[in-house]
């Protein structure tokens, strides 16, 4: 038996129709087929996770009082703190770290609602980057997964987790998802605790799950949320609020419908058209700030990254990959008045975009998650049709910072392949605080279309 929804784990070992160690050494065995190509985990925790599927197996026979993500295995980025294993953010610079004292709130939260935690899987150094080296891309190895949570993303499409943690300070959860036909699900910021999270950028930091549905994401999210008695209630919750008839979903004429390739323009097409044949109505509308948000996010993200960072740039540089250097670097030489305006201008755009949002009645807006399909791991740019090329990492991020700065919900979901039969992504950007009305919005697309089953042949 193939499960590899989070969903469909919980409701196959709750029927008893598979055990608890069945699921985790299926993917044990998948991991082994597929990691020598895609290199989506730093480590795996065979034999705790074996342990620990024996004892749910003993705790569901028992059946008192079972926790509700009992038995699902879930991979970690590797920059959230798990007790007993060392941190190492993909760097060398915590090549020798001791292992970590506690959980981060994070992986507290899954733990105590009785997740397994199979692995820690690849970010890119300090989770500051689109690459995620030395993981691959899950539907053609020779393309980057994404990132900074490429690891996470890469697992989810590749079967070999059931739900992982990410994290998303310029696009790191949808880009990824994005990329591998993933849901990537940034919530707003603040909902979530980022403690026991190594930071790049605290101010626009955010937690977020990703899964292969949007109720896998929703039911990962109400568990990060300290809410474990709301798991039980999300599919009802989200069917209950999820047709898409009546919603005024807002489609932006400017700067998000600017050079994409064909594949990512011809498949946003098509789930425009979907959204408005289920019974959406499509509001075209404008928001003007979207460029100085996307530059707001990324001043504040590079200046307090080289602050955090600061002390080692100057003692150790060499010990940093050369991405991870030239960020710190242009961040350090910045200064301080440019942090105090690009702080006045991320108020500006959540203004600004909240009325956008009031002004057109939104209930949603849709855009591309990405303007291009995964570039290959040798390219250092993505090209248009009129022949512009555009540095991989700025194109990854081109439509997905502007959301980091306002703080806005952002669901990731599939919405079809491109030519070369790559994943692409939609993005849904809600409401701030409106997370579950939006979920509701991406699931209801999401269950009219069929993307989200699609597979890749790994």
Known sequence: MTIDTLTGALDALNARTISTLELVDSLLERLERTEPTLHTYVSIFTESA????????????????????????????????????PTRCNSRLREHVAPATT???????????????????????????????????????????????????????????????????GGSIRIPASLNDVVGFKPTFGQLSTAGVYPLSTSLDTVGPIAR??????????????????????????????????????????????????????????????????????????????????????????????????????????????????????GALLPASTYIEALRVRDSVTRSIADVFIGNRLDAVVAPSTPASAPRVDASVVTFPDGAEEAFATAMTRFTTPWNSTGQPVFSVPCGFDELGLPVGLSFIGRPHADLALASIAHAYEQSTDWHTKRPAN
């Open 213 to 330: 549905t949007v109720l896998d994401a929703v039911i990962l999210y109400q568990s990060l949320r300290n809410e474990p008695d709301a798991i039980a209630s999300s599919k009802d919750t989200l069917d209950r609020q999820g047709s898409l008839r009546g919603k005024r979903i807002g489609v932006f004429s400017t700067y998000f419908d600017h050079q994409l390739q064909p594949g990512v323009a011809s498949a946003f097409a098509t789930a425009v058209a979907h959204l408005q044949a289920e019974g959406a109505e499509i509001v075209s509308c404008d928001w003007s700030d979207a460029p100085a948000a996307r530059a707001a996010g990324l001043l504040i993200s590079r200046i307090e990254s080289a602050a955090l960072h600061e002390k080692t740039l100057l003692t150790q540089p060499e010990l940093m990959g050369e991405d991870l250097r030239s960020r710190l670097e242009v």
């Open 50 to 85: 074996r342990a620990q599927a024996s004892a749910a197996d003993r705790w569901r026979r028992i059946g008192t009082d079972v926790p509700p993500l009992l038995g699902i295995p879930i991979g970690v980025k590797d920059i959230f703190d798990i007790a007993g294993d």
């Open 103 to 169: 959980d981060s709130d994070a992986v507290a939260a899954l733990k105590r609602d009785g997740a397994i935690i199979l692995g820690k899987t690849v970010t890119q150094e300090f989770a500051a980057g689109v690459v995620s080296a030395p993981a691959r891309n899950a539907w053609d190895p020779d393309r980057i997964p994404g990132g900074s949570s490429g690891g996470s993303a890469a697992s989810i499409a590749a079967g070999t987790c059931l739900g992982a943690l990410g994290s998303d300070t």
